[in-house]
């Protein structure tokens, strides 16, 4: 496999709609800041794109991918749409990972969108449960936030997790999201305002979800021959993760943890995993991805994480799946402040999904454009403020998550 | 800036959707019946069914389930998708059954809020009318 590196990225302003653009409007935005980003890349040396987008529904348009792709001009050259749920940005930034990595490509866009706001809030989650079994869970009252409610109940059950732990995430997101002008809620909250918010399943508050999007979000993957002619600050992939778990939560398993390098099996003797407390591919896919990025210890290793948050509960999940606490002390790990800027990993110092918005075809490649540039040291530039750039960043982790953790990527992003 | 325009319109479908290999299910809440499978290798089973085993891939049987279970974990919703806002707040639970593997999620009826608890025991009733979906059985306090 080659080596393959990012070498521009660009993202839209989220926001609740943006009727002034279409859907290829959007893209169009965000590879207009990546292309100017990047004064020596010409349409000729771009080998073709891959599309990411959630839902047909959403557009009331299939086939949209192409029309981005046609949009931005790279017809005749080749592309193709990934789609997984939540993860679907995610899939697409590895997929063109294995287009350069294969040899296949050298330059290759990747891009997502979604117009969430055409149809009304209740319809979209609509769609969204219809991402859950349509015989099994939907006619039950399908609801994600439902779905992720119960996740937490047992977590609480089974590790004491507090929903005041679950606002910390949200008051962290929302205000890391001031800084961040490409940011949908930027917001300064307290514990007391979150739970007093609207309840939407116990215990998530309107306040503990993210919100849904309109925006689009470009990362364009290269080869090292051509990172090294187009870019001089290029930031290398040096891990990929992807797994799975059942479509329905109903039946994952009681089994044993996937222990990562740094854990024993004699910590989690009494833990039935990963039942629904926990999302067992979030877990395996970091393993992969720890494994092929030489990653011991990911709270020392890795400089800070922008993870999937739809949920202040879910943050909390994947603090564990990714081992930056052990399983169990999710809630521990946001009340340590290890989380927050200046802590010994931070998490979506970009504001996440809850402070930056969830247009979920865009959202896993916003990650990777916030992670290129906090990596490329360019938060300033492109922030014009600096208040969340990290010093020397090392190495980042990017962690998209769909379903009920049903698909689940994560890529690791370093300074080379 | 140019003035925006957007149009309004309405899309509906009407679907056929089968059940396929898994009427049975459907078909047994018709008869007050919850139905489950086992795979017959290495006899785990499945309280939502599996036409395969999910450990070892071999057929799976179909088995009649308990109606009494306990509550592994639950939730209400006071808002959720636009089809079943008018049902809001609902209560969700996923099911354990004793001797069976897998969950089986459900929504619990005839319970206030603050009372549901996990562990608490509950039972399947059943629709009078069924409808030839998963909401034909429901679950209430035992
Ligand atoms: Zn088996």
Redesign the interface.
Same mark, same amino acid.
């Given at each position: 496999m080659r080596q393959v590196y990012m070498i521009s990225g660009g993202v839209t302003r989220f926001k609740k709609a943006r009727p002034e653009k279409t859907h290829q409007g959007l893209v169009q935005e965000a590879f207009d800041q990546a292309y100017s980003d990047l004064p020596r890349l010409r349409k000729e040396h771009i080998d073709g794109s891959v599309a990411s987008y959630f839902s047909d529904h959403f557009h009331h348009q299939l086939m949209a991918g192409i029309m981005a792709h046609d949009a931005l001009g790279l017809v005749p050259k080749p592309s193709r749409r990934i789609e997984g749920g939540g993860a679907t940005g995610g899939l697409c930034f590895q997929s063109a990972y294995e287009a350069i990595a294969s040899g296949r490509m050298d330059v290759c866009v990747a891009f997502g969108f979604e117009t969430m706001s055409r149809v009304r809030t209740w319809k979209g989650n609509e769609f969204i449960a219809m991402a859950s079994d349509m015989n099994f869970d939907y006619p039950l009252g399908g609801f994600y936030t439902g779905y992720y409610a119960m996740m937490v109940v047992r977590h609480m059950h089974e590790f004491g997790t507090t929903p005041e732990q679950m606002a910390k995430v949200a008051i962290k997101n929302h205000g890391n999201a001031k800084h961040n002008p490409f940011a949908q809620s930027p917001k300064k909250l307290s514990v007391k305002q979150i739970r007093n918010s609207q309840m939407v399943a116990y215990p998530l508050t309107r306040l503990d979800c993210c919100v849904m999007s309109d925006g689009a979000a470009v990362a364009i993957l290269a080869s090292e021959k051509m990172a090294e002619k187009l870019s001089s600050n290029p930031i290398r992939i040096t891990g990929v993760g992807s797994a799975t778990d059942t479509m329905r939560l109903a039946d994952r398993p009681f089994g044993d943890v996937p222990l990562l390098s740094n854990e024993n099996k004699k910590e989690y003797k009494d833990l039935d995993y990963p039942g629904v407390h926990s999302c067992r591919a979030g877990r395996l896919a970091a393993k992969q991805a720890y494994k092929m990025a030489k990653i011991k210890d990911p709270l020392k290793d890795l400089s800070f994480v922008e993870l999937h948050d739809a949920f202040t509960s879910s943050e909390i999940q994947t603090y564990e799946d990714l081992g930056l606490c052990k399983i169990g002390e999710g809630g521990k790990y946001i009340d340590s402040g290890n989380a927050h800027y200046g802590g010994k990993c931070p998490v979506n110092l970009s504001g996440g999904l809850i402070g930056a918005g969830h247009a979920i075809g865009a959202s896993g490649l916003m990650q990777a454009v916030f992670a290129f540039w906090q990596l490329q040291g360019t938060i300033k530039k492109h922030f014009k403020n600096n208040k969340l750039q990290i010093k020397k960043p090392k190495r980042g982790l990017i962690h998209s998550h769909g379903g009920t953790g049903t698909y689940v990527t994560a890529t690791v992003m370093e300074k080379p | 800036?140019k003035k925006?325009l957007?149009r309004e319109f309405n899309?509906s479908i009407d679907y056929q959707?089968s059940?396929g290999e898994?009427s049975p299910f459907f078909e047994g809440l018709t008869k007050k019946k919850l139905m489950g499978t086992r795979c017959a290798a290495c006899k785990k089973s499945?309280?939502?069914p599996?036409l395969n085993c999910?450990?070892c891939g071999k057929p799976c049987k179909w088995i009649e389930l308990p109606q009494e279970g306990k509550v592994?974990?639950?939730?209400?919703?006071?808002?959720? =998708?636009?089809? +079943?806002?008018k *049902?809001t707040p609902?209560h969700?639970?996923?099911v354990e059954f004793p001797g069976v =593997?897998?969950? +089986?999620?459900? *929504?619990l009826k005839k319970v206030k809020?603050g009372t549901i608890t996990?562990g608490m025991n509950i039972k399947a009733e059943f629709k009078k009318r069924p409808l030839l979906?998963?909401?034909d059985v429901y679950f209430v306090p035992a």
């Open positions: - | 800036m925006i957007t899309y959707v059940y898994l499945y309280a939502t599996r999910m450990e592994h974990t639950w939730t209400t919703c006071h808002y959720g =998708s636009e089809e +079943f806002l *049902q609902y969700l639970v996923l =593997s897998t969950l +089986f999620q459900s *929504q809020e996990i979906k998963a909401s």
